[in-house]
């Protein structure tokens, strides 16, 4: 039956309490998660180990990729060294942009384990749907830019950035179109490889290692064209458009769901910046745009924007806030007169709840670490990623922040372009 009015505030009052309680207990919801995971030591010996990318990961068996284990730790300092400062507020962005690729390439041997985990195989954010579950929402998001591009049977699509394949597979299957998709991991291209084998849809899609800002693909291969949440990691969005772009047919139309700003966000606003040097930081961006500067991207690498619009924000009087009115997602700090999709309930439909579930979790892979079931150093990628996540809430109830932002564009057929 959904969230009712009366449900709504029960759960957000039992959040607070329970938040409280770790607060002022930190200590002993640490000892119950280790206790629940001590406990769970006796299941891992009927666990095949996990040596390669066939095992999906879990509490218990967390890995980093391509990553020697012995290596983690000193991943991490590497990782953060990336950047011209790690004090929130700065203005953080990764200072050599020429290793970029490198540096992305590594951030996901680090958290492609973590991620799929605890998110599962489509690393992305969706609208929230009503009295629909978080994997019919995902699935709508995935559809929907499958089918703003045009794809059908016999086209052939591209994925820029695939991950581990979810949406892939998701617009594969939906559409009937063959899809090709790049990353510039190899171990996610392995899982993608293995879900699609397993899934039964190895005809319809390939997974390829590549950097996106240069595809080994020939020009004018492609049907059409997507990314989502993936192109944010290009040092500059022209590098990465113009590849797009050249490979795409004459006349395909590119579709993407940006990590970027909104209008909302105030760059003289320390509370501000420091929540976006968080959400920087934390996601291996080299740093943060705004829509209007991915919108001008697309144009000066000679596409024709067709749609721009941010599906997570719109004047409270286009959309009604429906997720508010129902109790399902309480937002205290909504700016008056816009309405927010609630996305990153994805995450928890209550900050303290998810404070929570996020100690409970660190506690889990802090037994893992020090019993050596995971490497050294996954406790420290866990909270980069728990601190990440709460500034995501923040700056999505604020509004400062969306990561879709939906842009549409299309290559010029011939005669347009000689024109």
């Known amino acids: 039956m959904g969230f009712s009015s009366s449900i709504g505030p029960a759960l957000s009052d039992a959040a607070a309490r329970a938040s409280v309680y770790v607060e002022d207990n930190s200590t002993a919801v640490a000892v119950a998660g280790g206790l629940t995971a001590l406990g769970a030591i006796t299941y891992l010996a009927t666990r095949k180990p996990r040596s390669d990318y066939q095992v999906a990961p879990s509490s218990f068996q967390l890995g980093v990729g391509n990553l020697k284990e012995g290596e983690v730790q000193s991943e991490v300092s590497a990782y953060y060294s990336e950047y011209n400062t790690l004090e929130r507020g700065k203005g953080a962005q990764v200072a050599n942009s020429k290793k ?9 041997s680090l958290v ?37 591009i045009g794809l059908a049977p016999g086209k052939h699509g591209l994925d820029v950035g695939c991950g581990v394949g979810g949406p892939m597979r998701t617009i ?79 006349g395909a139309r590119f579709a993407t769901y940006e990590w970027v700003s909104t209008p909302l966000y105030d760059s003289t606003d320390v509370e501000h910046v420091k929540l976006m040097d968080e959400i920087v930081i ?9 829509w209007a ?11 024709r924007l067709v749609e721009s619009r941010d599906l997570a924000m719109a004047p409270a009087t286009q959309v009604s ?99």
Not at 180 to 191: D, F, L, M, S
Not at 282 to 290: A, E, H, I, K, S
């Open 100 to 108: 970029v690729a490198d540096f992305v390439d590594k951030f996901y």
């Open 112 to 148: 492609t384990d973590i991620y799929e985990w605890g998110w599962g195989q489509s690393f992305h954010f969706s609208p929230l749907l009503p009295r629909h579950t978080w994997a019919a929402a995902e699935a709508a998001h995935e559809t929907r830019i499958g089918a703003l």
């Open 172 to 250: 594969a299957t939906s559409s009937g179109a063959n899809i090709t998709g790049i990353t510039i991991n190899e171990y996610q291209v392995k899982r993608a490889t293995y879900h699609n084998k397993n899934l039964g849809v190895s005809k319809q899609c390939q997974a390829v290692r590549g950097n996106f800002l240069d595809m080994p693909f020939e020009a004018n291969t492609f049907d059409g064209a997507y990314a989502i949440e993936a192109t944010c990691h290009a040092p500059k969005l022209e590098e990465v458009y113009s590849e797009v772009h050249r490979v795409l047919k004459p």
């Open 282 to 290: 934390g996601n291996g961006l080299p740093d943060m745009r705004t």
């Open 293 to 303: 500067q991915a919108e001008a991207a697309g144009k000066a690498v000679g596409f």
């Open 321 to 419: 806030p429906w997720w508010s009115e129902s109790g399902a997602v309480l937002q205290p700090h909504v700016p008056e007169g816009v309405s927010v999709n609630p996305w990153y309930a994805r995450l928890g439909r209550s900050r303290r709840l998810f404070a929570v579930f996020a100690h409970f979790n660190a506690s889990l892979v802090w037994v893992a670490e020090t019993l050596r079931l995971a490497p050294r150093g996954m406790g420290e990628i866990h909270k980069m990623l728990m601190d990440t996540a709460f500034a995501l809430i923040d700056g999505g109830e604020l509004g400062i922040f969306t990561p879709m932002h939906l842009l549409v564009f299309e290559k010029p057929a011939e005669k347009e372009a000689e024109e």
